[in-house]
T-cell receptor, first 114, second 110 residues
């Protein structure tokens, strides 16, 4: 199956700072990527759909000014958590689809804000 | 609103048994159905997808789809302790954005 990578896998930052997470499709081109957040023992929550060359589409309740998404190429999407606070601590996961409807997930980024 | 329902479990089965995981969905227009496995602290991993009514087998896994009943299931034969994880059902209805269930926790005990 298709391979999706994420970097970093873990990050600890201080409250008020910004953190950038990269998501790459390694062996295919992804016109659309997805960003999810998952709190412990809870289900995946879709945050936004990232479209190459255009603005991301955010789900209801997700602050677009706080979670900046850029999809500059067919293999790279980035999520920047701006002015992070402890409540933003979570597991952030990106995914992409190759040709069909099946999605392939990156390994995730665990963000801890102190 | 599109909904995907799964029993949260945990479903506990002995090693070597068949584990049966079930999922129902509300949108009759749903077209694609997926099962993901998620180990604790890891991201989901696609294990099966099915588009047509009936059964689809892949190794120890069988996905079953019944669109009339809006029901999709996953059978795991010869369950192993390494199969212990949360299994997520996901459904799409013509777009690439899936709706996920909350997942069923499976425990396979030796």
């Amino acid at each position: 199956g298709a391979v999706v990578s994420q970097h970093p896998s873990r990050v600890i930052c201080k409250s008020g700072t910004s953190v950038k997470i990269e998501c790459r499709s390694l062996d295919f081109q992804a016109t659309t990527m997805f960003w999810y957040r998952q709190f412990p023992k809870q289900s995946l929550m879709l945050m936004a759909t990232s479209n190459e060359g255009s603005k991301a589409t955010y789900e209801q309740g997700v602050e677009k000014d706080k979670f900046l998404i850029n999809h500059a190429s067919l293999t790279l999407s980035t999520l920047t958590v701006t002015s992070a606070h402890p409540e933003d601590s979570s597991f952030y996961i990106c995914s992409a689809h190759e040709r069909g409807y099946e999605q392939y997930f990156g390994p995730g980024t665990r963000l801890t804000v102190t | 609103q599109k909904e995907v329902e799964q029993n949260s479990g945990p479903l506990s089965v002995p090693e070597g048994a068949i584990a049966s995981l079930n999922c129902t969905y509300s949108d009759r227009g749903s077209q694609s159905f997926f099962w993901y496995r998620q180990y604790s602290g890891k991201s989901p991993e696609l294990i099966m997808f099915i588009y047509s009514n009936g059964d689809k087998e892949d190794g120890r896994f069988t996905a079953q789809l019944n669109k009339a009943s809006q029901y999709v299931s996953l059978l795991i034969r010869d369950s192993q302790p390494s199969d212990s994880a949360t299994y997520l059902c996901a459904v799409t209805g013509g777009s690439y954005i899936p709706t996920f269930g909350r997942g069923t926790s499976l425990i396979v005990h030796p």
